[in-house]
């Protein structure tokens, strides 16, 4: 029985989920999991810190350090490590006034440190050449750093009210569990928003912050279960056994993290079964070739083209679409405008097959004696047509794969 036959959207699951899979593991997100694992362990230090500084400069919000820090070991922390990890927590909290100047600067720049790792990840995710501009950058981290205390101790102010003055104190811990699955939704969604300097859909990453802190939550459930399951651990570290636990859970929960950024990214290939590109749709040539085919269609309409609006067209993800745009701004075949939309810069003319094969392949010539060289020239000679010729000869057949893909569901 034929799996795509019986079951159509299973076996397009299926094959999709293979392809996040395989970006996970060529993004070495696994390795970079690891790496943010000893980074976070260095910087939860500077960036609990500086939580406690910024929650301390608000008062209306209403709570004392204790609360905060229940808050963090009750949601972020395993229960296994909570003891230690909050006796350190507390020398952290009753260190933070007696800091220098110097010394706030310091943890200031471990915790853009990380900030600055987790960037580099992302933007190698959604396959981002450039890196924003510096000051750009400062302004971005220093928001994400400071809005996420903020975040907690808004969500700790509106359950402390809600159980105290709507009558709802017997729903305390639930109010508590659903303020924190919120906060975790709301940082991971801007996360996934914000930090890639490219422009990433609404929807994507919002599905995908939604499938990653239920991943968390349930994670912690079965974490909890397994340490109580095993303990391995008590007998071979005994009281030092907190912090492999504590090591362990920051893995898995950047490992969550950054597979959820890898869908994010990918999310765009579902729509017209993107992500069969590789094994069934031809070359990264004949993608170029049908963004400037769109691209060329539009100018003719008068009209600009989203990248959003791109992608779709093409049916190609978001990262790949951008990155061979990226390629033709260097030939000034396209301009950008600062709201992603796109236009072709120069007539269809001017582009010739031959130089749009020779920047997104390869240049085909040899200066060694291969004894391919008349192969090549008759390559050559075959691809040395203008974009314009193309189009024109090669219009029927584009309608008609239009006409036979115009009903694919749109992500």
């Excluded at 220098?100 to 915790?111: C, D, E, Q, R, S």
């Excluded at 729509?271 to 590109?277: E, K």
């Amino acid at each position: 029985m034929n799996l795509a036959s019986t079951f159509p959207l299973i076996a397009r699951v299926s094959g999709f989920s293979r392809f996040v899979g395989r970006r996970l593991i060529n993004d070495r997100c696994l390795e970079t999991a690891g790496s943010l694992t000893f980074t976070t362990l260095l910087a939860v230090v500077p960036l609990f810190t500086i939580a406690l500084t910024l929650i301390s400069a608000f008062p209306m919000f209403g709570i004392n350090v204790n609360r905060f820090r229940g808050f963090i070991l009750n949601n972020l922390v395993p229960e296994a490590s909570g003891k230690v990890i909050g006796v350190y927590m507390r020398q952290f909290a009753d260190n933070a006034d007696s800091l220098t100047t110097m010394g706030m600067v310091g943890l200031l720049a471990t915790a853009l440190l990380m900030m600055f790792t987790i960037e580099k990840t992302f933007n190698t995710i959604w396959r981002v050449k450039r890196p924003r501009k510096l000051l750009s950058r400062t302004l971005t981290y220093w928001a994400t750093i400071t809005l996420a205390p903020i975040l907690i101790g808004l969500s700790l102010s509106v359950t402390s009210w809600l159980s105290q003055n709507a009558g709802l104190s017997g729903l305390n811990f639930p109010l508590l569990k659903i303020s924190s699955w919120l906060l975790m939704f709301v940082t991971l969604s801007l996360l996934y928003l914000t930090l890639p300097n490219c422009f990433v859909p609404r929807s994507h990453a919002l599905t995908s912050a939604l499938i990653v802190s239920g991943g968390l939550e349930l994670m912690k459930i079965l974490f909890g279960l397994y340490i109580k399951q095993f303990t391995t651990y008590n007998l071979v570290y005994g009281t030092f056994a907190s912090f492999p636990i504590f090591l362990i859970w920051l893995y898995l929960c950047w490992v969550l993290i950054l597979g959820g950024a890898v869908l994010s990214a990918t999310l765009s290939y579902w729509y017209g079964n993107g992500w069969r590109w590789d094994n069934h749709h031809g070359t990264r040539f004949e993608q170029a070739v049908r963004i400037l085919a769109a691209l060329a269609a539009a100018h003719q309409n008068g009209q600009l083209m989203h990248i959003n609006q791109l992608r779709r067209k093409v049916e190609l993800g978001v990262d790949v679409t951008q990155e061979i745009l990226e390629q033709m701004t260097t030939k000034q075949w396209v301009e950008s405008t600062r709201d992603g939309e796109w236009i072709l810069a120069c007539a269809a003319e001017r582009i010739s097959l031959l130089t749009v094969f020779e920047l997104v392949v390869s240049p085909l010539n040899s200066d060694v004696d291969s004894g391919l060289e008349s192969r090549l020239e008759a390559a050559r000679s075959s691809l040395n047509l203008s974009l314009a010729d193309y189009l024109a000869a090669a219009q029927p057949e584009i309608n008609a794969a239009s006409i036979a893909t115009s009903g694919s569901s749109p992500i």
